[in-house]
């Protein structure tokens, strides 16, 4: 199982930028999707999770500002950040729990991490 991210950049306050990361492999099913990000004075945090029935949460700071989605039938999540502030300069980290077909249980896979630069 892969996931692979993609959507990073370089944006001014106040602008956007959409992040997309895609399940690939051996997936069964797969449980939750979610966006972390992580800077190097601050452990990995979760920005925005979401289920395969698209119920979501995020944490305070990006509320009201990012949005999560999911394509189940492209087991792709995005995450669109709007009104961007230098403070969620960061790299950010799609998660997925899922079942891989044979096993029973579901596991936690990572994507590569892709970096998010918001300047004032």
């Known amino acids: 199982v892969q996931l692979q991210a993609s959507g990073g950049g370089l944006v001014q306050a106040g602008g956007s930028l959409g992040l997309s990361c895609a399940a690939s492999?051996?997936?069964?099913?797969?449980?939750?999707m979610a966006w972390y990000r992580q800077t190097p004075e601050k452990l990995r945090e979760l920005v925005a999770t979401?289920?395969?029935?698209?119920?979501?949460g995020y944490t305070d700071s990006v509320k009201g500002r990012f949005t999560i989605s999911i394509d189940n039938s492209k087991n792709t999540v995005y995450l669109q950040m709007n009104s961007l502030k230098p403070e969620d300069t960061a790299v950010y980290y799609c998660?997925?729990?899922?079942?891989?077909?044979?096993?029973?249980?579901?596991?936690?896979?990572w994507g590569q991490g892709t970096l998010v630069t918001v300047s004032s």
């Open positions: 492999g051996t997936i069964a099913s797969i449980s939750t």
């Open positions: 979401i289920t395969t029935s698209g119920i979501t």
């Open positions: 998660n997925a729990v899922l079942r891989r077909h044979g096993s029973a249980g579901y596991t936690t896979y």
